[in-house]
């Protein structure tokens, strides 16, 4: 079976830093992408992993564990604008194809 | 912008009745997804496209259908609606067919809002 699990809601402070995480389980696995989605509006793409370690982009940064199931995203002097759903996704490696299978989505709170 | 449309935006219908959701992918992408996404549910896979021939498939129930045109457009077709049909559905574009060895990211466009009543 699939089965991804990231924490329902989280709150951070406006400066500060914050991690959130995501375990995985999927009979095939093609790589893991960390989506922003604020309400009512499209996800946007935020980082892509699929070799185990860290990836960097701005104020964003996602970690891989494949042995693990576990991936993290880093985000970094937090902004109010910041405060969206985010939404951990692997690729199934679904033979031809390359559906996305999302996680719930955490929703994160930033407060000034 | 990420580039993929949709119309219409928002869509109103009662129960029992069909509806069709159409998506134009970024110029160049060769595939195409839809997605569901309800409260309680989140995002769902539903069916993928590629370059006109169905390449994977989700929970996608026997009401729903799907295709791919020529011009790579795509509708999603949902017929004998009920109440719980009632989503965001987004349609998402990437270059090409799968992730075998490639980056192919997925772009979302803005999703069609239905309401069944």
């Known amino acids: 079976g699939q089965n991804i699990d990231q924490p329902t809601e989280m709150t951070a402070t406006e400066g500060a830093i914050v991690q959130i995480n995501c375990t995985y389980q999927t009979s095939g696995f093609n790589g893991l992408f960390w989506y922003q989605q604020h309400a009512g509006e499209a996800p946007t793409f935020l980082s892509y992993?699929?070799?185990?370690g860290l990836e960097e982009k701005g104020r964003f940064s996602s970690f891989l564990s494949r042995s693990k199931g576990y991936s993290y995203l880093l985000l970094k002097e937090l902004q109010m604008k910041d405060s969206a759903s985010y939404l951990c996704?692997?690729?199934?490696?679904?033979?031809?194809?390359?559906?996305?299978?999302f996680g719930q989505g955490t929703e994160l709170s930033v407060k000034p | 912008d990420s580039g993929v449309t949709q119309t219409p935006k928002h869509l109103i219908t009662a129960t029992g009745q069909r509806v069709t959701l159409r998506c134009s992918p970024r110029?160049?992408?060769?595939?195409v997804y839809w997605y569901q996404q309800s409260l309680d549910q989140g995002l769902q896979f539903l069916i993928q496209?590629?370059?006109?021939?169905?390449?994977a498939k989700g929970n996608i129930l026997e009401r729903f259908s799907a295709q791919q045109f020529p011009d790579l457009h795509s509708e999603l077709n949902l017929s004998s609606l009920e109440l719980g049909d009632s989503a965001l559905y987004f349609c998402?574009?990437?270059?090409?067919?799968?992730?075998?060895?490639?980056?192919?990211?997925?772009?979302f466009g803005p999703g069609t809002r239905l309401t069944v009543l």
């Open positions: 110029s160049g992408d060769l595939s």
């Open positions: 992993n699929v070799l185990d």
């Open positions: 996704a692997v690729r199934d490696w679904g033979g031809r194809g390359g559906k996305l299978i």
């Open positions: 496209y590629y370059n006109g021939e169905e390449r």
């Open positions: 998402a574009s990437s270059p090409r067919g799968s992730g075998s060895s490639s980056y192919n990211e997925q772009f």
